[in-house]
């Protein structure tokens, strides 16, 4: 039986330059999505919210100015299941529908999480078991979870630039692991929000609206990009040379 924790749900840790890295650490790491908080002048960037067990935007309240946008690389269940609860909720266009009308049935209570369903889609990470390790507070019910609707204030695409008053990131498009897969490219800094398009970690490619032809591109893309740090979806930071080993890895195992 899950035990409660003690504390809060949320683990957060400021990196500087107005950064802060937010975690769920009682979810297994399959579904522990890296959140990011990016501090701006005149706005505020929330990239993904993880799975929306507990209230992303009471817990970071503190960190938010005036305005903040929460931004979806994608929208598998595991990065926006705090979007809801924001007022300004930004994705690809080709993500949007996804936020507005999410899948329905997942139970992440279930003895296998449900992840069955999805056999050979995760290699390299442990399915089995219910999705979280512990639970926010006594008497949660895990089972009336669901993946909450969305508004969409506005679609992204390719080059579009989000303008922080102080910062700016560019939108790149960066398909593979889902078709409307962004990240967030700030040129000024060489720092990059990935998403899930590149991580530390078993790379994802056989879900089913992946691509891999549209993978082996993105990876090509990102080898000419002049990143000094990748602040990825899951799995640790890291930088231009763990990058360039990841990406020809995967064009490796594409061609062997």
Known sequence: MLQAIQGQWFEMRPLGDG??????????????????????????????????LCSLHEAARHLFGQ???????????????????FA???????EAEGLRRPGAGFNLSGPDTDLADFDGAFPGYETGGPAVTALPWAGYDLSAWELKAASVTRTLDEGDVIDLGN?????????????????LWEAAT?????????YDGPLLDALHHSDRAAYARTM???????????HAGHDPSFGRD??????RAYLKGLQA
Do not use: K, M
Not at 21 to 35: D, G, K, Q
Not at 167 to 183: A, D, N, Q
Not at 220 to 230: A, G, H, N
């Open 242 to 247: 763990r990058l360039h080993e990841i990406a």
């Open 190 to 198: 060489g720092t990059l929000f990935s998403g899930d398009a590149v």
């Open 167 to 183: 910062r700016h990131f560019e939108v790149l498009h960066l398909p593979g692991h889902s078709p409307g897969s962004i990240g």
């Open 67 to 85: 305005r903040v946008a929460a931004v979806a690389t994608h929208v598998h269940l595991d990065h926006v299941g705090g979007h809801h609860e």
């Open 88 to 94: 300004e909720c930004w994705c690809h266009r080709l």
């Open 220 to 230: 090509e893309r990102l080898l000419s990009l002049p990143v000094q740090v990748v």
């Open 19 to 52: 950064i802060t890295f937010i975690t769920e650490p009682h979810v297994i790491p399959l579904l522990r999505c890296n959140i990011w908080h990016i501090r701006g002048r005149h706005l505020d960037l929330v990239v993904d919210s993880g799975l929306g």
